[in-house]
């Protein structure tokens, strides 16, 4: 593989994908703990992905999502998303606040507080087991949450990347367990999009070189 | 029949009637449409960041960038027949409020701005525009009659 990667082998994609399954599990347990209920992380998928084919993942680039955006500072840095559908969220923000509003317009002030913060411990247990995995200082900026077209909320984590390349290394999260009336599980997806310079520390940290 | 066109992140195409033309999803990006009203023809680029001399690589997809893509789409139409060109811009929202941030959260507005400053060098007029903000859109462009149809989540569709 070309261009901003240098030599990104398969290998180094199941490199990301154990950290993000890490990541993944201690997200997982701060949920749990949160809503008293069973959460299951699933294995996530590590793509190369082209910019249109990242707002795909998540149901094509009009998708309505309710998403809380981080920007990764410290040793290598990136943007990183929490994503689930609108009624998705808004069944989360019922069972969190017992608040339940299936349109996502009339979202209250608590509503988006709470999506906020479910955001906010995700990410902060997903960020400090990377961090401990490759001893980089990792942290992440306050949150800030919106629900709009899915498209117009991913491209902005796609600026930094977006300078060098057409395409992006996609860590992805989805966590199945909670219920919506129906009994369906909700999903959500998680997306780590570390910046150009940043792959290289990563695996730099990791005692796994990209080859020039 | 309508048949309508496709432009993703980075894309630039053009269409002529009866043919419509849309990009799905604009936050920071601008939506860029040049139209002659006359000859009913037009094009669409979908800009992600306003300068492409921060391309760190020799080649670059020219519609990433305000300064290439709107050059581009201009050479475009001109081959294609078009004569006296204006244009409508929608997008260059700012999707999230930080505190702080610098230039990288101002990417909307600069966008926009790096449009601007190329039409005006090509000397063509903005005829309307429906940007900033801080949410997405979706936009939608009519050679027939010139309208550009400006899609929000939260408040339906706005004809500029």
């Known amino acids: 593989m070309i261009g901003p990667f240098g030599n990104i082998t398969p290998f180094h994609l199941d490199i990301l994908k154990e950290i993000g399954n890490i990541g993944a599990g201690h997200a997982a347990t701060a949920l749990s703990s949160l809503l008293n209920k069973?959460?299951?992380?699933?294995?996530?998928?590590?793509?190369?992905?082209?910019?249109?084919?990242?707002?795909?993942?998540?149901?094509?680039?009009?998708?309505?999502?309710?998403s809380v955006f981080f920007r990764v500072n410290g040793e290598a840095p990136g943007c990183m998303f929490f994503m689930m559908p609108s009624l998705q969220a808004s069944h989360l923000i019922g069972q969190l606040t017992g608040e339940h509003t299936e349109d996502w317009k009339e979202?209250?002030?608590?509503?988006?507080?709470?999506?906020?913060?479910?955001?906010?411990?995700?990410?902060g247990s997903y960020l400090s087991s990377l961090s401990d995995f490759t001893g980089l200082k990792l942290h992440p900026s306050v949150p800030a949450t919106t629900v709009d077209m899915a498209g117009a909320v991913l491209s902005w984590g796609l600026m930094e990347i977006s300078a060098v390349s057409d395409y992006a290394i996609v860590i992805e999260t989805a966590f199945t367990g909670m219920n919506d009336q129906n009994g369906e599980s909700l999903k959500g997806h998680f997306f780590l999009l570390p910046d150009p310079d940043s792959y290289r520390k990563i695996f730099n940290a990791l005692g796994v070189p990209l080859d020039e | 029949m309508s048949e309508v066109k496709k432009i993703g992140i980075a894309g630039i195409g053009t269409v002529r009637v009866p043919q419509k033309i849309r990009t799905a999803g604009l936050g920071s990006c601008v939506g860029v449409v040049l139209f002659d009203e006359t000859r009913k023809i037009g094009g669409m680029v979908h800009i992600m960041l306003p300068d492409s001399s921060i391309a760190k690589n020799g080649e670059f997809n020219e519609g990433k960038f305000a300064d290439t893509g709107v050059r581009l789409l201009y050479k475009m139409l001109v081959s294609e027949g078009a004569r006296s060109l204006k244009a409508k811009l929608a997008g260059g929202a700012q999707m999230f409020q930080f505190s702080g941030g610098g230039d990288f959260m101002r990417i909307g507005p600069r966008n926009v701005e790096a449009v601007k400053l190329e039409l005006k060098t090509l000397k063509i007029n903005v005829q309307s525009e429906d940007t900033g903000g801080s949410y997405g859109r979706t936009i939608e462009f009519n050679p027939e009659n010139g309208e550009l149809h400006v899609k929000t989540a939260s408040s339906g569709i706005n004809i500029i």
Request: aromatic content about 6%; overall charge negative.
């Open chain 1, 38 to 66: 069973g959460v299951d992380m699933k294995v996530p998928s590590v793509k190369v992905v082209s910019f249109h084919e990242i707002t795909e993942l998540i149901g094509g680039s009009e998708t309505i999502v309710a």
């Open chain 1, 107 to 123: 979202f209250s002030e608590m509503a988006f507080s709470a999506l906020q913060e479910t955001g906010n411990i995700l990410s």
